[in-house]
């Protein structure tokens, strides 16, 4: 049970953090224009390492690497479910927040005494989506490479 509340919480928080930290530090000091091309490098770099700690937190079943392993076919289909749940919790993630995007679109909110403008930007939600999933997709090929590697020698 802590394994999956670390994979449903851990990723969420690393990716919310790094976003405040990336408007803080371009939004703030750099004065960079939201949603532009540095955010979205910034929203790239930031989804493709909500991605990764998302693919290293998913939970295996616990006899992945028992004493009775046999060899890389083994070890497979548990990479499979790892990277199914995976992929399935990250396109979750991405429709609630094209969900919210949507909803939140047009409306004005007053934060610190100033009026903010919700805009929703579609290149804005497919970069933020590349990059879980090109995490996802990554970790997991590095990962059947090490397999394959360790078996070999």
């Known amino acids: 049970m802590k394994k999956w509340i670390m994979f449903i919480v851990i990723p969420i928080l690393v990716m919310w953090f790094l976003e405040f930290i990336s408007a803080v ?16 490098i910034a929203s790239l770099f930031i989804y493709f390492l909500g991605g990764t700690t998302m693919y290293l937190l998913s939970p295996l079943p616990d006899d992945t690497f028992s004493p009775r392993f046999k060899g890389l076919s083994d070890i497979i289909p548990n990479l ?14 991405i429709a609630l927040g094209v969900f919210l995007a949507i909803i939140t679109d047009g409306t004005v909110s ?23 999933l090109l995490a996802i997709g990554g970790a997991y090929q590095n990962e059947i490479d090490e397999l394959e590697e360790a078996t070999a020698e």
């Open 25 to 40: 530090i371009l939004g703030g000091m750099f004065q960079f224009e939201s949603g532009g091309f540095v955010f979205g």
């Open 80 to 93: 499979s479910d790892k990277i199914l749940i995976t992929s399935a919790y990250a396109l979750a993630y």
């Open 110 to 132: 007053v934060i610190a005494g100033e009026e903010v403008l919700h805009e929703t930007s579609i290149i804005t939600e497919i970069v933020k989506a590349a990059g879980l």
